[in-house]
């Protein structure tokens, strides 16, 4: 065996001076001791162990907790979980990096894998460490029964919640049960209106459903389960949530009935509407009107669920939502602006009044330089996307004395 820490002990007395003994020299200069951390690392593995729920014979649920442990001559730098006992090797993906340490010990939670029947089904975790060198060390691994029961799962609970109100129509809906699920037996319909699937929304007592962009998402331990509309919801309209008896545990127990919402959820009562009352003024009208090499305007806009951009051009041709995506205004007073670009407002607002001015160069995109009348237009988009009708304002300039 390689004693590395005799090794360190020998460094210390030939830099005090010491002559060490003969034997332990031609050791150092054959290799078989060292005192070099990197080289020691490389000559084992490290060494430790792994507990289930501190040591419990038995657990009902998948979710447990490991007291995890390890030491190395140096430094351990990793661990791997696993239900099954293969080594993996030391570039695996899996790894959990932690710090170097040469004394690890955490606590970490860890899901077991869903039993398949019910009764006492016997689960083992196994762990593997590795140090910075990239030893891996031998298997160490705990057991615990995990008992699946025959009780039939329920509905906990739904989101949005039965009989809630002023849903937003970009919503996901979930349904978590009393117990772990398994995950195949949680469906619904992705490619069509037709109400099929485990899991179904409707707003026409199921005569047609939602149809959804994915299958269910899962979460909280195989508990709650998650799908997402293909599109928007409709404006102030009330759905309902149904689970159908296809659902399952992890043991096999189906639910004992069909889950279905009371009233359901009633999406915003007035939906997205455009921002309203949008206005663009120029400010200083009587100088500009014989003067001027910049604009300086007033913005204002309404909306239900607040304004979160505005965009401003010399051309009444609408812009597209997705022209570009909204940069932050400067953080000034009144903000200088470019032409055509969709700007974030300060803070979101229902009542937006802002100043903002374009420079020499974005209104000659305008006026050219020339004398004349000129339109700027405005536009205002809101929080759920929508886009206001176009609001402009006019003014005769007389640039010749710009230059």
Request: glycine share 6%; with cysteine; aromatic share 10%.
């Amino acid at each position: 065996m390689r004693y590395w820490m005799i090794a360190i002990l020998i460094a210390f007395l030939l830099g005090c001076g010491t002559e060490p003994d003969p034997e332990m020299k031609r050791a150092l200069d054959d290799g078989t001791i060292t005192s070099d951390f990197d080289v020691a690392d490389t000559w084992g593995a490290p060494s430790g162990s792994v507990l289930i729920n501190n040591g419990d014979a038995s657990t009902s649920k998948i979710a447990v907790t490991l007291k995890l442990s390890a030491i190395d001559t140096v430094h351990v730098s990793g661990y791997f979980l696993s239900e099954t006992n293969s080594t993996p090797s030391a570039t695996a993906s899996g790894w959990v990096t932690i710090a170097n340490t040469q004394n690890y010990a955490a606590s970490v939670d860890f899901t077991l894998l869903i039993p398949g029947a019910v009764g006492e089904n016997l689960r083992t975790v196994y762990a593997w460490y590795k140090d910075s060198a990239g030893n891996v060390s031998v298997v160490t691994s705990d057991s615990i029964t995990l008992v699946a029961e025959g009780t039939s799962p329920t509905v906990s609970s739904t989101s949005p919640a039965d009989s809630a109100t002023s849903v937003s129509r970009s919503s996901t809906i979930s349904v978590t049960f009393s117990e772990a699920i398994s995950t195949a037996s949680v469906t619904t319909n992705t490619s069509d209106t037709a109400c099929s699937g485990t899991l179904q929304v409707s707003s026409d007592s199921f005569s047609t459903c939602v149809q959804m962009s994915s299958f269910p998402t899962v979460s909280n331990s195989y508990q709650t389960f998650t799908v997402t509309p293909s599109s928007n919801l409709s404006v102030s309209t009330a759905y309902k949530i149904r689970v159908t008896t296809g659902v399952e545990d992890s043991s096999g127990n189906t639910l004992s009935s069909q889950y279905e919402t009371s009233n359901g959820f009633t999406t915003i009562v007035d939906g997205p509407t455009p921002p309203t009352f949008t206005s663009i003024a120029i400010r200083w009208k009587s100088v500009l009107s014989y003067a001027s090499c910049c604009v300086s305007l007033q913005l204002s806009a309404l909306d239900n669920v607040g304004v979160t951009a505005f965009y401003i051009s010399g051309s009444n041709s609408t812009p597209n939502i997705d022209s570009n995506i909204p940069i932050s205004l400067q953080p000034y007073l009144v903000p200088e602006i470019n032409l055509n670009t969709w700007y974030s407002v300060k803070n979101v607002t229902t009542n937006l009044s802002q100043k903002v001015y374009t420079n020499d160069g974005q209104w000659s995109q305008v006026t050219g330089y020339n004398t004349g009348t000129y339109n700027i237009y405005a536009w205002f988009r809101d929080a759920e996307g929508s886009v206001s009708q176009v609001s402009t304002d006019s003014i005769t300039c007389n640039l010749s004395n710009c230059y």
